[in-house]
C-alpha cells in the first residue's frame, strides 16, 4: 500500500504526552489518518473495494495510535462498512455501523448503514431498532422512517411464517398423538388373540383364544362398522374356520368386500388368494374321477378346522 504520510509513523504508540513537540505530532497524526481516508475514498470511487477496505483499515489502526477519535474515526469505519456491503459481507458491515455509533452517536448514514445491513442479514428486529434509535437521536427522518417501515413489513412476514409452522407442526403432533378410538383397542386385543393362537402348535392350539377374538372383533365392528382389522382379523377366522368354527368362506369374501371399499389393499390381496383357492379345488376336482372327486370333496376353499 502506498500513497499515504509517514511524517508521524515515528509515533507508533502515539503522541507524547507532554513537550513542545505534542501538538505537531496530534496534527500529523490527524493528516495521517485522512489521508488514509481520503485515499480509501479515491479507491473505492475506482471500483477497487479490497484496496478500499485496506485503506480504511490502515487509518482505522492509525486513529486507535494517535488517539484520534470522535467523528473522524466514526467516519472511517463507515466508509469501510459502506465497502464492506458492496462485496456481500453485511456482518462486517453491521459491525463497522455500529461502531461508527459508538464514536459518533449522531452519524445519520451510520443508523442507515447499519439498519440496512441488518436487513440484508435477515434480521428485521435489529434494524426495527436501530432506525427508532437514529429518529429518537436525530429527530424524524425520511429515510430512516422508511427503513423502518419496511422493517416492520418483514417482522410481520416473519410472524406469520412462525405461526403457519407452528400451526402445521401442532397439526402434525395432534394427528400423532390421537388417542386409539374404542373400536381400534377391541380390534388390536383380538388381532392379538389371534396371532397367539396362530403361533402355537395344533396340538395345544386353544380354541377359546379365538371364540374371545371373535367376539372382540364383533364389538369392535359394533364401533366402527369399517374398523379394517376387524374386518380382516374376523375374515380369517371365518375363511380357514379356526377354533372349531365352521368355514363359512362366503362371509369371510363379505366382510373382505366391505375393507376393500374403505381402501384396503390387504383385503383385496386376502380375496385374490381366496379366488386362487377356489379355482385350485375346482381344477382338482375336474381332474378326479367323479367317484373321487365326490368323495373328496371339501367343505371349503380354506383349510378347515375340526375340534
Given at each position: ?11 507508533a ?45 490502515r ?12 467523528k ?6 463507515l ?9 456481500g459481507k453485511?456482518?462486517?458491515?453491521l459491525?463497522?455501523s455500529?461502531?461508527a ?8 448514514r451510520?443508523y442507515?448503514r447499519?439498519?440496512t ?5 435477515n434480521?428485521p ?12 437521536v ?17 417482522l ?18 395432534e ?16 388381532a ?10 395344533e ?22 362398522s369399517?374398523?379394517e382389522?376387524?374386518?380382516?382379523g ?7 374356520g379356526?377354533g ?20 384396503s ?11 386362487l ?31
Open positions: 500500500m502506498t500513497g499515504a504520510p509517514t511524517a508521524a509513523e515515528g509515533y504508540s502515539g503522541p507524547p504526552k507532554v513537550g513542545p513537540e505534542a501538538a505537531e505530532v496530534k496534527r500529523l497524526c490527524e493528516e495521517r489518518v485522512a489521508t488514509w481516508k481520503s485515499d480509501g475514498n479515491a479507491r473505492l470511487t475506482e471500483g477497487d473495494v479490497s484496496g478500499a477496505v485496506e485503506c480504511y483499515s487509518g482505522i489502526d492509525a486513529a486507535k495510535e494517535a488517539g484520534v477519535e470522535g473522524l474515526l466514526s467516519q472511517l469505519y466508509n469501510r462498512a459502506q465497502a464492506q456491503a458492496r462485496i453485511q456482518a462486517e458491515a459491525q463497522d455500529e461502531f455509533l459508538e464514536h459518533d452517536q449522531l452519524n445519520g451510520a442507515w447499519a439498519a445491513a441488518a436487513l440484508g442479514l434480521r428486529d435489529t434494524a426495527a431498532a436501530l432506525c427508532m434509535r437514529g429518529i429518537k436525530l429527530g424524524d427522518s425520511d429515510t430512516l422512517s422508511s427503513l423502518l417501515e419496511e422493517a416492520k413489513q418483514k410481520e412476514e416473519a410472524k406469520r411464517s412462525q405461526e403457519d409452522t407452528q400451526r402445521a407442526a401442532s397439526s402434525q403432533v394427528a400423532e398423538e390421537v388417542e386409539p378410538t374404542i373400536a381400534s383397542e377391541l380390534s388390536e386385543r383380538a392379538a388373540l389371534l396371532r397367539a393362537y396362530r403361533d402355537q402348535d396340538a395345544v392350539r386353544q380354541f377359546e383364544n379365538i371364540r374371545r377374538a371373535v367376539k372382540l372383533f364383533q364389538a369392535s365392528l359394533q364401533e366402527d369399517n374398523n382389522e376387524a374386518l380382516l374376523l375374515g380369517e377366522i371365518l375363511d380357514e379356526l372349531g368354527l365352521e368355514p363359512d368362506p362366503d362371509a369371510a369374501r363379505v366382510l373382505w368386500m366391505q375393507a376393500a371399499t374403505t381402501g389393499q390387504r383385503a383385496q390381496l386376502k380375496m385374490c388368494v381366496q379366488a383357492g377356489r379355482y385350485a379345488c375346482a381344477a382338482r376336482r375336474a381332474a378326479l374321477p367323479t367317484s373321487a372327486a365326490e368323495g373328496s370333496k371339501p367343505g371349503h376353499a380354506g383349510t378347515g378346522e375340526r375340534s
